[in-house]
Each structure stands twice: as C-alpha cells, then as structure tokens.
C-alpha cells in the first residue's frame, strides 16, 4: 500500500525562522511528488517534482526531491504570517494519476 | 491552470438525507477526482469520475453512498447519500489537464456539517 509520511506534524516558530518540512514515501509506480498549501479548505499547488536534485524556487519556498531515498523537503526562508497553513505532501501514480496524501504539517509562524 | 468552483461552498444537513455536490471547470480537463477531507485529516481520494463511463472508486468507497456523475468534459457532481455524522467533512474536486507534467488542482471545497 502506498505511504506518505510528513514530519513534523506541527511546528510553531517566530517570523523571520527558517523551516524545513519533510515528506517521506513508498509508491509502487512513482510518477511525481507534489506540495500543496491548505489553509482553509482548498490546497493550493505549490510544487510538482519529478526529478531527483532539482531544486524547484518560488520566492522564500524552495524544494527538491531525493528519489534514490525517498524524500522531498520544503523549506521556507524568512517566514511570515502569512505562511501558517497546513503544508500538504502527496505522490501521484503513474498509473491513473491519483495522489496519496501525508497527513500534513501544521506550521504556526506567530509575529 | 483550470478554474475550478464548486456548489455549495458550505452547507448543514440532517441525517439520513442526501446532498449533491457539483463541481464545475472552466476548460475541458481529461481527469476529475473527488477527495474527502474528515476533520483533522488529510486527504483521501473517494474516486475518479470518468467521463461517459461509471466512476472508478477507491477502496473503502462504493458507489450506492458516493454516487457520481460526469456527462462532459467540464463538469462532475459527487453525491453524498443516506448521510450521517462521520460523513461532516470537506468535500473536494480536483482537476488534470491532461498535458505532460500536468499536475493536479483543487476546487475551493465543500464544508459538510451533518447533524
């Protein structure tokens, strides 16, 4: 069975932090990873990695994926307000394209 | 990407009855999924809606409590019947375009309070 585990399940920090999210998984027939941002009912894309060592950049997120050792980070430099959400990791199948989520990290950046 | 929407955004329902959930893109896309989110939890996928053939559900769902629809290429409506409870949860559709490297995208969801 497909798995995808997340860790930390929460994390509480001061702007200006660093943080660095961590996605684990096990997928029979990996087509890519995929980050996503919840912070009230609809995730919002955030990445999509196929490629192991590419570091894909969007302003202070960045992200990368280690397919020989099953891992991705999300890291997020000089947080803000603005970045408290749920920090959703899912993988998609090559096979009908569905996606297994994680559980998701709660992060809390307090002013 | 695809604009997504959904209806109705939110809504209460008393148990045992049924609600129909639609979800509306705003170009043709190749695949549809519906997600349930239970409070606290992540997402699980209910099932691919499949245009002009019967959805493909995943374990764990069937399709007499999670009938679904999809007659085109923009459109698919998941109802939610014989409600209870454990059913409160948010509802989501998600969307593939269909081109390499296309990934997948969520409507704005549906909040199910089921008393």
């Known amino acids: 069975e497909d798995k995808v585990v997340q860790s930390p399940l929460s994390l509480v920090v001061h702007e200006g932090d660093t943080v660095t999210l961590n996605c684990s998984y096990e997928?029979?027939?990996?087509?890519?990873l995929l980050w996503y941002k919840q912070e009230k009912k609809a995730p919002t894309f955030l990445f999509m990695l196929t490629s192991s060592g590419i570091e894909k950049k969007s302003g202070r997120l960045s992200s990368i994926l280690d397919k020989k050792e099953l891992f991705s980070i999300l890291n997020i430099t000089a947080t803000q307000t603005g970045d408290s959400a749920i920090y959703l990791c899912?993988?998609?199948?090559?096979?009908?394209?569905?996606?297994?989520f994680g559980e998701g990290t709660q992060l809390t950046v307090n002013p | 990407s695809a604009v997504i929407s959904q209806k109705p955004s939110r809504d209460i329902c008393q148990r045992g009855t049924s609600l129909t959930i639609q979800c509306q893109v705003d170009?043709?896309?190749?695949?549809m999924f519906w997600y349930r989110q239970q409070p606290g939890q992540s997402l699980t996928l209910i099932a691919t809606?499949?245009?002009?053939?019967?959805?493909?559900?995943e374990s764990g769902f069937v399709i007499d409590k999670f009938p679904i629809s999809r007659p085109n290429l923009t459109f698919s409506t998941l109802t939610v019947s014989n409600m209870s409870p454990e059913d409160s949860s948010i509802y989501l559709c998600?969307?593939?375009?269909?081109?390499?490297?296309?990934?997948?995208?969520f409507g704005p969801g549906t909040r199910l309070l089921v008393l």
């Open positions: 997928v029979t027939n990996f087509r890519s």
């Open positions: 809606a499949n245009q002009g053939s019967e959805a493909t559900y």
């Open positions: 998600s969307v593939e375009g269909g081109r390499a490297q296309e990934t997948q995208y």
């Open positions: 170009s043709q896309v190749t695949m």
């Open positions: 899912a993988v998609e199948e090559t096979s009908g394209s569905r996606l297994t």
